[in-house]
């Protein structure tokens, strides 16, 4: 006997249902909240991956070639996405704030007048509790004269610990007990 998994009664036959985007399996008193899920008959699941059934061969190499392009053939490099060439804001953005601030002999209100910004704002900047946006780091390059940004992260493939270049989990994880 089985547990329907919406009420706690047992039941015998129990139904996958979709309710609310979750499949669950629930009794026949259950079922009416959901939409049944129908499950694939068990033959075609065995033939699908099976080598002998010319259907089975055609959806396993369709499918082989799409995750190997996807994946890049097995090899550990992947392509260039948007962010690799973001330039991130440095992590001491506060400080240079702050300093080229004093520098140029300006309070913060001063500096949030001229910015056309609030005094709270520029406390917020160089107290670090906040990031600039786009438009108010760039307004803070221009009448400060510095930069605050950091050039994108080069991000180089890792090569795992095995003689395939490939990792496994065991090559990231560090274990408590050792």
Do not use: H
């Amino acid at each position: 006997m089985v547990q329907c998994e919406m009420c706690g009664a047992e039941t015998d036959s129990p139904t996958t249902v979709k309710i609310e985007g979750a499949e669950i399996d629930v009794c026949d008193d259950c079922a009416e909240f959901g939409t049944e899920v129908r499950q694939p008959a068990s033959e075609s699941t065995s033939t699908k991956y099976s080598t002998g059934s010319s259907d089975g061969e055609s959806s396993a190499s369709s499918g082989g070639s799409g995750a190997s392009g996807s994946s890049g053939g097995g090899s550990t490099s992947r392509g260039p996405d948007m962010f690799d060439d973001m330039e991130e804001v440095a992590q001491d953005y506060d400080e240079r704030i702050r300093s080229a601030r004093e520098a140029s002999g300006l309070s913060q209100e001063e500096l949030a007048k001229e910015l056309n910004e609030k005094a709270s704002l520029i406390r917020k900047l160089e107290r670090g509790s906040m990031l600039p946006s786009d438009s108010v780091q760039s307004k803070l390059e221009r009448r400060l004269d510095i930069a605050l940004t950091e050039g994108g992260v080069e991000d180089t493939d890792w090569e795992g610990g095995s003689a395939s270049g490939e990792y496994t989990l065991g090559d990231v994880v560090q274990r408590k007990d050792s």
